[in-house]
C-alpha cells in the first residue's frame, strides 16, 4: 500500500488507534493533553472539590515509606534503593517530591523522575514537570520509546533508561496517561460556572429580573436611562437583596428571570462535587460531607479510600520503580511499600485477625485460617490440627469443609482480604 493509499483509508475510516499509530511514526514528542498550569488554574486553584481530593490523596501516598525487601519479605533498610527512597535528592524532601509527584499524576495523568547514577545505583532523583518532558515514541515496534524530550527541543534529551514515567493508563495513547481531572472536566466547569453566575448574580445582578414599564411616553431614552438608574441606586446592592416596593405612574412589572430561590443551585452543586470525587476515588463522606456523616461511617469510608484509590496508585508507581530499578536489584529482590502506619489499615488489621480468632475458636486449624487470612504464619507442629475435641468434631468437620469450599465467602463482607496484607508484592 503505498503513502496515499494508507492517507485515503484514514480518512475514509476515521479510527483513532490509527491516527495515533500514525503520528507515532512521525517521532515527534507526546505531550499530555492537560498541562500543569491548565489543570491548577482551571481545577486545584478554583475549584474546591479537586482541590480536597488531590489533597488528600496526595498526603496519603507521601506519608508512606519505601523500602527493599527480599523474598522473605525482610526488609533491607541498608539497601541503596531504600536510602534513595529515604532521601531522593539534596534539595527537596522526600514527602515534598512525592506530594509534588502525585499531584502532577492526579492533574495530569503523569509525572516524571530522572535518575542521576553514581556507582552503578541511582544516588538522586530529580522530579521534571510533565509541561516539559515528553516521550518520543519510536520508529520501531519493538522498541516503543526512543528518549525523552525536553522543553519540546524534538530530540532525545534523555535515554528511557533515565527516565522513570509514572502515569495512570490510558488505552487510547498508552505512552502518556490520563488523570482523573480530564474525565471529569467537564463536571469542574459546570460548577465553576454555576459559582461564577452566583457571584455575577449577587454583584450587579447581571441577569435582570424584570421590566418596568410606564403608561407615558419618554422623549429621550435618556429619561428612561435616568429612572432605570435611580431605581438601582435606590433599591440595588446586597442590603436590598430580594425587597421589592412599589413606585407611581401606574407603574407595571413584569418579571424576565427565575428569582433566587429558583436559581439555588445547591442540589446541582451536589450532583457536580459527587461526579468529581467519584472520578478521583475519594468518598464524599472523607471528602468533608457532614450531612449523612458518622463516625462509623467515616471510618469505613476512609478504609474504602486507602483500598480503592491510594493502594491502587501505590501498586501503580511500585510497578513503575521496579522496572525502572531492575539493574539495580538483585534476583529476589524488590522495592515495597509499607501501609502498615496507616491508622485505618491497622484498624482493618485488628478486624482480620478478631475474624481469624473466631474460626479458629470454632475449630478451625491454623494452618486454614493462615491460608483464608494470608497472614504469613510459618507452619508449626500442630498447626494442621484443630484445638476443639470431642463433641465439637463433627461441627469443626462441616465448618472446615465449608471453608474450603467458600472460604471468602464466609469472610468477604468483613474485609478485603489481599489489600490487608502487611506487605503487597
Known sequence: MTITDRIKALFQKRNYAISDVWETKLGQPVYSKISVQNAVKEGYSINPTVNRCVFLITKAVCGIPWVVQNEEGEDLYDHPLSVLMANPNPTISVDDMTELVTSWIELTGNAYLLKVKGGGYTTELWPISPDRLAPIPSKEMTEWVKGYSLDNSRRVDYEPEEIIHLKLFNPADPLIGISPLQAVSKWVDVDNDMTDFNKAA???RAVIDGILTFEREFTSQDQANAIAERVNETYGGPSNARRMKIIGSNAKYQRTALTPVELDFATSRKANREAIAMAFGVPIVYLGDTQASTYSNF????LIFYIQTVIPLLDDMKDAYNFSFRDELNPGEYLNYDIMNVPAMREALFTKAQTAKIFHSMGVPMSEVNRIFEFGIEEYDGWDESHVS???NSQEGELR?????????????VLPLKTLNSRTR
Open 202 to 204: 449577587m454583584q450587579n
Open 299 to 302: 471510618q469505613a469510608s476512609e
Open 390 to 392: 470431642g463433641s465439637s
Open 401 to 413: 469443609e465449608s471453608v474450603k469450599k467458600k472460604p471468602l465467602r464466609l469472610v468477604r463482607d
